[in-house]
């Protein structure tokens, strides 16, 4: 499962900003994934494959993933980094 917000920090004027900023470094997967996270950030709670929806490889899609949280429009987590930051602070 994947969590994420829009922009840095889930300021969506921050995201608006960076998007004028960026958007003719995305390639049009790129903004389709972006149409689909702000989709489901109207729509708390609703889960889909992301991957098959948009006809991308895991691999694809983490990729773009990345991109977007290095120009800063999004930043994200798995449940797997959060399980493993959970269990580095048990283990301090």
Known sequence: MLGYV???????HDFIETLKRVHGELDYDEIQLVRELIELATHPGYTINMAKKLNLTSVELS??????????LI?????SEKT???LSLLSE
Do not use: E
Not at 6 to 12: E, P, Q, S, T
């Open 84 to 86: 493993s930051k959970t």
């Open 6 to 12: 829009l922009g840095r920090d889930g300021d969506i």
């Open 75 to 79: 930043d994200y987590w798995s449940d």
């Open 63 to 72: 990729d773009y993933l990345q991109h977007l949280r290095v120009c800063g």
